[in-house]
């Protein structure tokens, strides 16, 4: 299939360059699918090097210089590639003007969502000189100077009390916002003092702590068939390591909700697999350690209601592991041995895995006596007695 050129190859193909022959700005891909005609290439021919695009200098519409090292290179839309190649690449407009005349139609509008959007902008070579005075890079440092004016504003106006992990900024409105979110806490908060609290937070540490609640209706053709199987997880923890006790309780206030939304994305199979099952999340508090109700155990059972804790499961799936790993390493040191009664130890490679393996697993006693019944095995096979065949005319009278 023959492909494009850009506009670089174009100019470069009619002033009688080639792909052996090329100015020393430019250069071939990385990737040529047909090495008979390098030139036939996804990039559309040449490309350009970095320590030159890097200079060059662009204008927008609007008449705002740009460095080509703070544009964007490369992006594919409405069928067409906005690169340095085809002297048409993009920046991310610093006026967020959706419907500017002075841009490319095809680039109006408004892209992103949520609180983050952007307007392109294409911009074009220019042989003026850049000024700084009069470019995007200070349009973009006005921009961010207004943000961080507006963030201590937003934060005077709260007396401090606010935190750059829970702030976000609406570039549609170009406002802050602060969304308290315990949960980002656990995760981000290496800190002892907290700004939203305006004071240091709570040394003693815990966890999370949720009971969970199935419930399906048996379905296996047997006498039992139709009975309802209700089973309770108790004490299942939702931070993966312990977090001051403030970010448990603040969670346990304002995001607890986040627990089922989870479980149901991580399983929504199962309800696929039994439409008869149902999940509750019940219990959620916080703790510095998991607690256990003997009594409610007892009345949940005698209830037909099946109780485990989640201490005991991850206690029993860890012991599983662990056996798992001892049986597989048990196997490898087999596996190693025999091959030491066959080459021998000492004719291992120096720094072989065999031989680190050999040094780690094996004591050196060990290692004595595989050498010995090596080498015991081995006289034996010289001094067996050697069965001579003889032809059978030899036989015969």
Request: charged share 30%; with cysteine; proline share 5%.
């Amino acid at each position: 299939m023959e492909m494009e050129y850009n506009k670089l190859t174009v100019d470069l193909l009619t002033q009688g360059f080639t792909a052996d022959r090329h100015p020393d700005y430019v250069d071939l891909p990385h990737y040529i699918p047909d090495k008979e005609n390098p030139l036939q290439n996804y990039d559309g021919g040449f490309v350009y090097r970095h320590f030159y695009t890097n200079e060059i200098t662009y204008k927008t519409g609007c008449g705002k210089l740009v460095k080509g090292r703070n544009v964007l290179d490369n992006m594919g839309y409405m069928g067409i590639k906005w690169c340095h190649e085809n002297d048409n690449p993009v920046l991310r407009c610093p006026y967020d003007k959706p419907e500017c005349d002075k841009n490319d139609p095809l680039l109006h509008g408004t892209h992103g969502g949520g609180l983050s959007i952007q307007c392109w902008c294409v911009c074009h070579k220019t042989p003026d000189a850049y000024d700084y005075d009069n470019s995007i890079e200070l349009a973009n440092a006005e921009r961010e100077a207004e943000r961080e004016r507006k963030y201590q504003e937003y934060s005077d106006a709260h007396n401090g009390r606010v935190c750059r992990n829970h702030m976000y900024y609406d570039e549609r409105t170009r406002t802050w916002i602060q969304r308290y979110e315990p949960y980002q806490c656990s995760h981000w908060c290496y800190s002892q003092f907290c700004p939203i609290r305006n004071r240091a937070l709570s040394k003693k540490r815990g966890n999370v702590y949720y009971d969970l609640k199935t419930t399906r209706i048996r379905q296996d053709g047997t006498l039992f068939d139709g009975e309802e199987i209700v089973t309770i997880t108790r004490g299942i923890r939702y931070f993966e390591r312990p977090v001051s006790m403030d970010i448990c309780e603040d969670f346990v206030k304002l995001q607890n909700g986040r627990i089922y939304e989870e479980y149901m994305l991580n399983h929504h199979h199962i309800w696929f697999m039994d439409k008869t099952f149902k999940a509750e999340i019940l219990n959620v508090r916080a703790e510095s350690k998991p607690s256990r109700d003997l009594m409610q155990d007892l009345q949940d059972i005698q209830n037909g209601i099946e109780i485990r804790y989640d201490a005991d499961l991850r206690k029993a799936d860890k012991e599983q592991k662990s056996q798992k790993r001892a049986e597989a390493k048990v196997k490898k040191i087999q596996t190693l041995e025999r091959k030491l009664l066959e080459v021998g130890y000492e004719n291992l490679a120096p720094y072989s895995l065999d031989k680190v393996h050999a040094d780690k697993w094996l004591e050196p006693e060990r290692i004595q006596e595989l050498t010995q019944l090596r080498e015991k095995r081995i006289e034996e096979e010289k001094n067996k007695p050697i069965q001579m065949s003889l032809p059978l005319e030899a036989l015969l009278p």
